[in-house]
């Protein structure tokens, strides 16, 4: 996996990191195809452990150009695109 952006929590404690799988590279695309690709989500909890991952739930995967980070600590999760979450607490993944 090739690490692409992280995100922070307001709180400081968690963070979100994107990754694309080495395999993309590989793939060729014909001009005008779009740059989109699929990425894994991963939430860290406040010691750097995984507690949630989209690739515990295929349904929730996710392009790249589609990513959307909002932070919902009152609920205790985070949205990464639209109707697509990962709890805080449980690390289910969600859409």
């Known amino acids: 996996m090739i690490f692409l952006k992280s995100y922070k929590s307001p709180d400081g404690k968690f963070e979100l990191i994107i990754k694309r799988s080495d395999l993309d590279f590989l793939t060729s695309t014909m001009p005008g195809d779009s740059s989109s690709f699929y990425v894994e989500i ?3 909890d406040p010691h750097g ?4 991952s989209t690739r515990n739930n295929n349904n929730c995967a996710i392009f790249k150009d589609s990513i959307e980070v909002h932070w919902d600590m009152e609920n205790n999760e985070v949205r990464y695109g639209r109707g697509k ?3 805080l607490k449980t690390g289910k993944v969600s859409c």
Do not use: D, Y
């Open 42 to 44: 991963v939430l860290k």
């Open 85 to 87: 979450t990962i709890n």
């Open 49 to 52: 452990r995984g507690i949630g």
